[in-house]
């Protein structure tokens, strides 16, 4: 699959979402295929934490080649006291699941400076699509359906 297909997956599939807090959906991609998917909910579960339950589920461990594509920028934190808390960061789920290469399309300004911390002291590849039309139709996505205007992506 080329990079556009796995989005197009991404944005199909996020349509299962009832997340009203930003819609993000993430997959693991082996050799050019799809291994495993998740989708956050409005019950605090992002799309990378969804992943990697669906990963542990099936025993399916996360290789070296592996590439994560999620359609936001992982958090690198998480609210105290929120919903989701006890979940951890999306960055510290995927560096400890032994994620090597994350793709995202859309930036999380409240992230990105603990994400890309976070992700190079591990030594993992962070890198965000080059396609202003994918980074775009994943911000859309994920404003979509924030309740608040302050949850938005720019």
Known sequence: MTEQEIFEHLFTIANQSDDTGGVVSSCLVRQGNIVAEGISCN??????????????????????????????????????????????????????????????AAPDPDASAQTRYKFEQAGCLLRQVNDPHMIHRATALFNSTVTSTSDALP
């Not at 799309?47 to 958090?75: G, H, K, M, N, S």
């Open 43 to 104: 019950d605090g579960k992002h799309a990378e934490y969804a992943l990697l339950r669906q990963l542990e589920l099936f025993a399916i461990p996360v290789l070296p080649d592996d590439i994560i594509y999620t359609t936001v920028e992982p958090c690198g934190k998480r609210t105290p006291g929120g919903a989701g808390e006890h979940m951890g960061d999306c960055t510290t789920n995927l560096i400890q699941a032994d994620a090597r290469h994350v793709v995202y």
